[in-house]
């Protein structure tokens, strides 16, 4: 019987783990179509300015070998690269721009995609300690420059991010609904209880994006006054036309005073919530069917018939559910006075509560006491990752409609006599 024929292996292939002979390809043809990228990007410069010679016909513009090599870091490991040097000092003298390369700015270290992992690594749960071996065993052992001490700059540097947005201009867009939400997380952020409340809107445009995040103490009126007050002071000038959240009366009162023309829903999941909470669990399932009969009505006449035959089934039994649901009626229902491709989108916070849903995952896994400064900011980064899903109003071509001021019944638009 023949023996089977040995294979040759070279003791670098004997050492590799499964799937670093794969790895080190891909870098490798990383590093050629990036080398010669740098190559052309140069090329083209110094065609551009080879009409710059000396009295003796010698070009002005020309290379000068190659700066030190670098290892960049990438999504596959490190990638040493050594970037072609221009001497192009003439230029400054006659005050024109320099060579830069546009492909790879002279300090970059890690690509874009890299230092996005680190906040998303972070604001998943993983602490700063463990943050080098967690990027370690993504990018390779060989991943440098993403030690905790520059994961802890990188979280500086989101603190100035978050303080720039808090104080950006938001005149150049109208704001027609806004959902606004309060969570209460175990980080302290001063002396007293305080929870984050969040604001998100939607322009005219039917966009959805993240207007205010803060802190408050209780969601007290005082501490919605303020983010109303501080959203108006930065250009939203004209109230939106609807505002979604729940029974919190801090916020509804504070509303009321900043934009007393905003109209109110409240939130159907909150509410439905609170109404099973005060029945026993036997009854909760057909109950929760009848609350569904309400908001889910084509029409808001049927949907205040099953919002009577509610009370009346159950008042006798449960006085505390039907009080529940009685409380702020009218602004249960407000929703059928605008457009009904809108109403999956303003009948509750869900918009918003995906949001905290990520929120609450990362607080649960903070241990001790954060800063009031590092917590809105850790809130911050998880809701503008959230933002970049959210998805655009359905018929958000009648939002100008709304904007307008025009009347809606039972969702469709009122016909013109």
């Given at each position: 019987m023949e023996k089977p024929k040995n294979r040759t292996t070279t003791p670098e292939m004997q050492v590799q783990k499964p799937g670093g002979v794969l790895e080190e390809l891909a870098r490798e043809g990383a590093r050629r179509l990036l080398a010669q990228a740098l190559e052309a990007e140069v090329a083209e410069f110094m065609e551009k300015h080879q009409e710059k010679t000396d009295a003796e016909g010698r070009r002005l513009v020309v290379r000068n070998g190659y700066l030190p090599a670098r290892q960049l870091v990438t999504g596959i490991g490190p990638v040493e690269i050594r970037q072609p040097r221009v001497d192009d000092r003439v230029l400054e003298a006659d005050s024109q721009e320099r060579y830069s390369s546009k492909i790879l700015p002279r300090y970059m270290r890690r690509i874009a995609s890299v230092d996005n992992l680190v906040p998303i690594l972070y604001l998943k749960g993983i602490s700063t300690g463990d943050m080098s071996e967690a990027l370690e065993s993504i990018l390779g052992p060989d991943a440098s420059g993403l030690s905790a001490t520059n994961i802890v700059r990188l979280k500086a540097q989101w603190e100035q991010d978050y303080q720039m947005w808090s104080v950006r201009d938001l005149s150049e867009k109208r704001w027609v609904y806004i959902w606004v939400d309060g969570i209460h997380v175990n980080v302290r952020l001063d002396e007293q209880a305080s929870c984050i409340l969040m604001v998100m809107g939607a322009d005219s445009t039917g966009k959805k994006e993240l207007l205010a995040v803060s802190d408050g103490y209780r969601e007290s009126k005082v501490s919605w006054r303020e983010i109303l007050l501080d959203l108006k002071r930065r250009g939203m000038r004209e109230g939106p036309k609807l505002a979604v959240g729940d029974g919190a009366l801090g916020f509804w009162a504070a509303l009321r005073e900043v934009f007393p023309d905003c109209r109110e829903q409240r939130c159907w999941v909150h509410k439905t919530a609170n109404v099973l909470d005060k029945m026993p669990k036997c009854v909760q399932s057909k109950a929760k069917g009848m609350l569904h009969q309400m908001w889910q009505a084509p029409t808001k006449h049927k949907a205040l018939?099953?919002?009577?035959?509610?009370?009346?089934?159950?008042?006798?039994?449960?006085?505390?559910?039907?009080?529940?649901?009685?409380?702020?009626?009218?602004?249960?229902?407000?929703?059928?006075?605008?457009?009904?491709?809108?109403?999956?989108?303003?009948?509750?916070?869900?918009?918003?509560?995906?949001?905290?849903?990520?929120?609450?995952?990362?607080?649960?896994?903070?241990?001790?006491?954060?800063?009031?400064?590092?917590?809105?900011?850790?809130?911050?980064?998880?809701?503008?990752e959230a933002q970049k899903s959210w998805r655009r109003l359905m018929g958000h071509e009648k939002i100008l409609l709304v904007m307008a001021d025009k009347r809606f019944i039972d969702g469709e638009l009122e016909a013109v006599a």
């Amino acid at each position: 019987m023949e023996k089977p024929k040995n294979r040759t292996t070279t003791p670098e292939m004997q050492v590799q783990k499964p799937g670093g002979v794969l790895e080190e390809l891909a870098r490798e043809g990383a590093r050629r179509l990036l080398a010669q990228a740098l190559e052309a990007e140069v090329a083209e410069f110094m065609e551009k300015h080879q009409e710059k010679t000396d009295a003796e016909g010698r070009r002005l513009v020309v290379r000068n070998g190659y700066l030190p090599a670098r290892q960049l870091v990438t999504g596959i490991g490190p990638v040493e690269i050594r970037q072609p040097r221009v001497d192009d000092r003439v230029l400054e003298a006659d005050s024109q721009e320099r060579y830069s390369s546009k492909i790879l700015p002279r300090y970059m270290r890690r690509i874009a995609s890299v230092d996005n992992l680190v906040p998303i690594l972070y604001l998943k749960g993983i602490s700063t300690g463990d943050m080098s071996e967690a990027l370690e065993s993504i990018l390779g052992p060989d991943a440098s420059g993403l030690s905790a001490t520059n994961i802890v700059r990188l979280k500086a540097q989101w603190e100035q991010d978050y303080q720039m947005w808090s104080v950006r201009d938001l005149s150049e867009k109208r704001w027609v609904y806004i959902w606004v939400d309060g969570i209460h997380v175990n980080v302290r952020l001063d002396e007293q209880a305080s929870c984050i409340l969040m604001v998100m809107g939607a322009d005219s445009t039917g966009k959805k994006e993240l207007l205010a995040v803060s802190d408050g103490y209780r969601e007290s009126k005082v501490s919605w006054r303020e983010i109303l007050l501080d959203l108006k002071r930065r250009g939203m000038r004209e109230g939106p036309k609807l505002a979604v959240g729940d029974g919190a009366l801090g916020f509804w009162a504070a509303l009321r005073e900043v934009f007393p023309d905003c109209r109110e829903q409240r939130c159907w999941v909150h509410k439905t919530a609170n109404v099973l909470d005060k029945m026993p669990k036997c009854v909760q399932s057909k109950a929760k069917g009848m609350l569904h009969q309400m908001w889910q009505a084509p029409t808001k006449h049927k949907a205040l018939a099953a919002h009577e035959h509610f009370l009346v089934s159950w008042r006798e039994k449960y006085p505390k559910a039907v009080e529940c649901l009685e409380t702020d009626m009218e602004e249960l229902f407000t929703f059928y006075e605008f457009p009904a491709s809108h109403w999956v989108h303003i009948r509750t916070t869900n918009p918003i509560e995906s949001t905290y849903a990520t929120v609450r995952l990362r607080t649960k896994k903070t241990k001790g006491c954060g800063s009031r400064v590092a917590t809105l900011t850790m809130v911050f980064k998880l809701a503008m990752e959230a933002q970049k899903s959210w998805r655009r109003l359905m018929g958000h071509e009648k939002i100008l409609l709304v904007m307008a001021d025009k009347r809606f019944i039972d969702g469709e638009l009122e016909a013109v006599a």
